[in-house]
């Protein structure tokens, strides 16, 4: 087999190699993308019912609702954390690109290659320190105020969440600057050009 041969067939194990990669990215990402919205739903609905099971218990029954601000609080921030992840996905967190735009195209790729790896990176941090925090408050057993909710559980859950940002951020990394046909579109949060 001559030097040609052998690239050409490595090319073409590559190119496959590279559409099973698009395509089981292609269903994480949608399976990741339905759970997350869902999930964010119901911790929404569950976050309206017991604002308004509190407002119903103060003003109407005069009794006194303990556990209620600190359950819609806590539902708040999941559908809060679930929606920073949706963000990601769909590219409309705030960005600047004033400065990026004066730039040539070749030179406006590497900097979106240096963002995407920074921002990833970022995530993995943060959940870092989140799951370092959920350490210590085992350690210590910390617990929020009402419902005795041990603080664990929300750096957890925080640190699982942000491990999911992290994770987004590199399939969009991968979609737009690894594969050569983007599976993930602009509609759907593929690159913006």
Not at 93 to 102: I, P, T, Y
Not at 111 to 128: G, N, R
Request: aromatic residues 14%; positive net charge.
């Amino acid at each position: 087999m001559n030097g040609m041969n052998f690239w050409r067939l490595a090319g073409v194990k590559t190119t496959m190699n590279l559409h099973k990669l698009a395509q089981s990215l292609k269903k994480f990402d949608a399976a990741l993308v339905f759970v997350e919205t869902n999930i964010a739903i119901i911790c929404y609905a569950f976050m309206i019912v017991t604002v308004l099971f509190g407002v119903v218990m103060r003003f109407l029954l005069r009794a006194p609702n303990l556990y209620g601000e600190e359950l819609a609080m806590h539902f708040m921030f999941a559908s809060t954390m679930f929606g920073i992840s949706m963000g990601i996905r769909a590219r409309s967190h705030l960005g600047v690109e004033m400065l990026v735009a004066r730039f040539p195209a070749s030179a406006k790729k590497w900097i979106l290659k240096i963002v995407s790896c920074f921002v990833a990176v970022f995530y993995a941090f943060l959940a870092s320190l989140t799951f370092l925090l959920a350490y210590q408050s085992s350690m210590f057993r910390q617990s929020t105020p009402a419902i005795h909710l041990p603080y664990f559980y929300i750096y957890i859950f925080m640190g699982m969440l942000l491990s999911i940002c992290a994770v987004k951020c590199l399939i969009l990394f991968i979609n737009d600057f690894v594969l050569l046909e983007r599976v993930l579109t602009e509609k759907s949060g593929g690159i913006i050009e």
